[in-house]
T-cell receptor
Framework: NAGVTQTPKFQVLKTGQSMTLQCAQDMNHEYMSWYRQDPGMGLRLIHYSVGAGITDQGEVPNGYNVSRSTTEDFPLRLLSAAPSQTSVYFC?????????????FGSGTQLSVL | GDSVTQMEGPVTLSEEAFLTINCTYT??????LFWYVQYPGEGLQLLLK?????DKGSNKGFEATYRKETTSFHLEKGSVQVSDSAVYFC???????????????FGKGTHLIIQP
């Protein structure tokens, strides 16, 4: 079972460059989300989606865009990368059924912005 | 707003020692509470959860009890192994959230190191 797949695993960008972090899940989960993990900060929610065509902002959305055109995919776009966006990014998905609350995480993308 | 506070560590123990990682939370109502574990180079995995007061979640020898009166969800294990070395995150999902879809609130994580 593939679960949640993130690509790339590592990326180095220069300030001002743009890129897209890919996330795909094969579990037919309605809910998907993006987190960033920084030392001493835990995980912070960037954006989330409760279904195809629906997205919303999390705790730290500035500098990031998302879209959800299919149930399977939830890409995260950095339009103009900044050093403050150096972090480890995790995509997660869930059924959305409160009786079975559980997030499934991808293995992460380590991003460095120089 | 909601928040989770946990000891950050690193916590270093010898194999077979007793483990406690403290976690307290601030939230309105009755949130669901979770412990996630992150092994080196991997994403987070759900370790255990509890959805109402006095519930005990357990998995792989770990357990935690939802204490409403002390707003706590401390993680315990009676005898740790080297393979338990990881980062442990306490988290909550508000009672009015859509099954965690709109995001969990995580603590900062506790790095656990088990020495042989």
């Amino acid at each position: 079972n593939a679960g949640v797949t993130q690509t790339p695993k590592f990326q180095v960008l220069k300030t001002g460059q743009s890129m897209t972090l890919q996330c795909a899940q094969d579990m037919n989960h309605e809910y998907m989300s993006w987190y960033r993990q920084d030392p001493g900060m835990g995980l912070r929610l960037i954006h989330y989606s409760v279904g195809a065509g629906i997205t919303d902002q999390g705790e730290v959305p500035n500098g990031y865009n998302v879209s959800r055109s299919t149930t399977e995919d939830f890409p995260l776009r950095l339009l103009s990368a900044a050093p403050s966006q150096t972090s480890v990014y995790f995509c997660a998905s869930s059924l959305g059924d409160r009786s079975q609350e559980k997030l499934f995480f991808g293995s992460g993308t380590q991003l460095s912005v120089l | 707003g909601d928040s989770v506070t946990q000891m950050e560590g690193p916590v270093t123990l010898s194999e077979e020692a007793f483990l406690t990682i403290n976690c307290t939370y601030t939230a309105t109502g009755y949130p669901s509470l979770f412990w996630y574990v992150q092994y080196p180079g991997e994403g987070l995995q759900l370790l255990l959860k509890a959805t109402k007061a006095d519930d005990k979640g357990s998995n792989k020898g770990f357990e935690a009890t939802y204490r409403k009166e002390t707003t706590s969800f401390h993680l315990e294990k009676g005898s740790v192994q080297v393979s338990d070395s990881a980062v442990y995150f306490c988290a909550l999902s508000p009672p009015n959230s859509g099954g965690g879809a709109d995001g969990l609130t995580f603590g900062k994580g506790t790095h656990l190191i088990i020495q042989p």
